[in-house]
């Protein structure tokens, strides 16, 4: 058995996930599991209209997640997604263990930080920078 780390974007119909969003998480949950696969991070990231109409489908959920399964897996997972009706696409990428690292400890730091940043709250960083251009501009 050889697992291999992977990470998918599933586009959701965003219906379903609006009516039952619990529901259609599950549903993804047991594609990975009727397949092996051990999640590892699994989020919703975005809900909006689509570039263009896939299947009558003009919105969709953008759902990403994390996790380990046999790469011999891949076709069945595949197949799998294509027969759910909750799932309108998926994209299956595989990813160096380092890498992989990286992007999981992205959603494992803001969930033990607790911190969600507002969109009308600038980062820390650029806040640094305006009061150093501040005094720099008094200065001279």
């Not at 953008?62 to 759910?84: P, Q, W």
């Not at 696409?89 to 803001?110: C, G, I, S």
């Not at 911190?115 to 501009?137: G, I, L, M, N």
Request: glycine fraction near 6%; proline fraction near 3%.
């Amino acid at each position: 058995m050889a697992e291999r780390l992977y990470e998918c974007m599933f586009l959701l119909d965003s219906g379903r996930f609006a009516q039952d969003p619990q529901g259609t998480e599950k549903t993804v949950e047991e594609i990975l599991e009727r397949c092996g696969a051990e999640i590892v991070v699994k989020s919703p990231w975005q809900e909006g209209k689509l570039a263009y109409e896939i299947d009558g489908h003009r919105k969709g959920l953008h759902y990403l997640t994390y996790f380990k399964m046999d790469g011999a897996e891949v076709d069945s997972f595949n197949r799998i997604c294509k027969l759910n009706d909750a799932v309108v696409r998926q994209m299956l990428l595989e990813h160096e263990e380092k890498l992989f690292e990286l992007l999981t400890q992205q959603f494992t730091d803001k969930e033990v930080s607790g911190e969600t940043q507002s969109e009308d709250q600038p980062p820390v960083q650029e806040e640094v920078a305006v009061v150093a251009a501040t005094k720099e501009s008094e200065e001279g």
